[in-house]
């Protein structure tokens, strides 16, 4: 659960759509745990999405609520074992505020497969930190 409750570590880097993110307060995830993070939209717009952990169990799950830049929502990452392995599952809702919110269907098509990419980015990144 350390990949979920310590994103920051993690999330920038090559290839990744977010420029910055900050853990606030730094140390051990807990309810009221925020991170500040700024995504690349494209070559010169950024986005500011704030999110704050709304419930954490040890190793188990994982939950928060997001908002920013015309959305709102909640993610919740689960772990679970099944049969000898390990399944991380994401739930994640969104609604498109102010403006965007006629837009929200639109929104959430364009969104699917690149949050499907993110849960794949998730699980190689687990299995190549695997002993």
């Avoid at 570590?9 to 420029?19: I, K, L, T, Y």
């Avoid at 910055?20 to 939209?41: F, H, N, Q, S, Y």
């Avoid at 772990?79 to 403006?99: M, N």
Wanted: net charge positive; hydrophobic share 45%; charged share 25%.
């Amino acid at each position: 659960m350390a990949l979920v409750s310590d994103v920051q570590r993690w999330a920038v880097g090559p290839g990744s759509p977010v420029a910055a993110m900050d853990k606030i307060p730094r140390g051990p995830t807990r309810v009221g745990t925020r991170w500040r993070e700024v995504v690349r939209l494209g070559p010169w717009a950024r986005m500011t999405v704030w999110s704050e952990v709304t419930a954490v169990e040890a190793d188990r799950m994982l939950a928060e609520r997001f908002w920013g830049a015309g959305m709102r929502g909640t993610l919740a990452y689960i772990i679970r074992p099944d049969d000898g392995h390990t399944v991380l599952r994401q739930q994640e809702h969104l609604d498109a505020v102010g403006w965007l919110r006629p837009f929200g269907g639109l929104i959430a098509r364009i969104l699917a497969p690149r949050l499907h990419r993110r849960l794949l980015a998730v699980r190689d990144l687990l299995e190549t930190a695997a002993p």
